[in-house]
């Protein structure tokens, strides 16, 4: 008996709608590695008709008062409690993530960021007027940029477009964002709850992949592009953009170092990090999977570590007792496959290190020791539950290996040397720096990172300053 597959739309100036040419892809749900559902493979004629649609609903929305944009925010969020079983259980089926962790970390966090910028909305405004040369008054207006082209990963699907929504809107943009072709179906839902609040073609969905996502940036409608995702697509976004100088956003990958000092409590150290390692498959930028330990502790560190792994479980969606669930998707499963097959003769794995089960992209959760800092696995992102850990001898040597990878995004120092803490986060060369923690964020504080992990802030005043332009007016007092 073949199960009929659930069938995703695009969401196109206020309707939902098949892909112009008919195309679709399968969408694999990754706890069984069978397709469930259908989405369009949107092309250029999608693409084409979304961005009309948001620059048609752009002067509307752009001279809506603030509180008005405020007020749709607030009914935004209120629709996303009220509604939340049905977007867990889309986030579920999209990602294959426990549906508890689902509910208790993903929707709190989401309909707090979404009332955030509701607020962010009442604070759009530029300087106060002055007189700078005489006879003349300046004043700076601070606009919406215009049309945003956003693409969200398939890590967190549902959060990454509140992210770039929520703050696009609040300035007053409108909007056309692509989900990854691998996790459609919570973005889908989001449309149809935005879509009973907002005007038509305020917001829009086009589903696909890398090539809509191409045809969207290389687009000459959206003022600024933005894109959650890998280095190489960051790249190829700034490139693309770069053509007619568009604005754009980049969160991009990390390799975040976490750095344990001799002084820590071992046990507590042990199991932050674990949790914050694995959390998510490791499925996340800033995941704490590069661990440097001082030398001291380093063989106690690594058992308790060892050990911490093997007490994680993962599993099915339904179990409450999982901390995660599948890998995305057989890429994804490869890819972290890949690093432990290649590992070199002096690693160790000292946890995992395989596949969970034949069906779906499980993986244990791994750590390894005995690594080099030229190792391929401490120098790229493995985007798995896969923990290093290196020992270093003292302070400069654990800074210079923090600092010696190409991502920047974030970081964690475990002391109980407030000197040396202080030290450390100001030499630290990431975007975020947490001191005896590791992962929490909040909506009032910029999450972002520098070099090869991209540039602009997500969450915070200045994720909503990104979606803005400053305009300088000046006016004769003479008449």
Sequence with gaps: MTTELKKLRNYIDGEFQDAADGRT?????????????????????????????????????????PAERQKALLKIADAFEERAEELIAAESANTGKPVHLVRDEEIPPMVDQIRFFAGAARMLEGR??????????????????????????WNYPMMMAVWKFAPALAAGNTVVLKPSDTTPASTVLIAEILGDILPKGVFNVVCGDRDT???????????????????????????????????????????APVVVFEDVDIAKAVEDIAVAGYFNAGQDCTAATRVLVHESIHDEFVTALAKAAADTKTGAADDEDVLYGPLNNANQLAQVTGFIDRLPAHAKVEAGGHRVGEKGYFYAPTVVSGLKQDDEIIQNEVFGPVITVQSFTDEAQALKWANDVEYALASSVWTKDHGRAMRMSRSLDFGCVWINTHIPLVAEMPHGGFKKSGYGKDLSAYGFDDYTRVKHVMTSLEG
């Design 213 to 255: 996502g191409r045809l969207m940036v290389e687009h000459p409608t959206p003022a600024m592009a933005s894109i959650t995702g890998s280095v190489r697509a960051g790249i190829q976004v700034a490139a693309s953009a770069a053509k007619d100088v568009k604005r754009v956003h980049l969160e991009l990958g990390g390799k």
């Design 25 to 65: 892809i399968e969408v694999v749900d990754p706890a069984t590695g069978e397709a469930y559902a259908t989405s369009p493979l949107s092309g250029e004629a999608d693409v084409d008709a979304a961005m009309e649609a948001a620059a048609a609903a752009f002067p509307a929305w752009r001279d809506a008062t």
């Design 128 to 153: 106060s007027a002055g007189e700078y040369m005489e006879g003349l008054t300046s004043i700076v207006r601070r606009e919406p940029v215009g049309v945003c082209a956003q693409v969200a990963p």
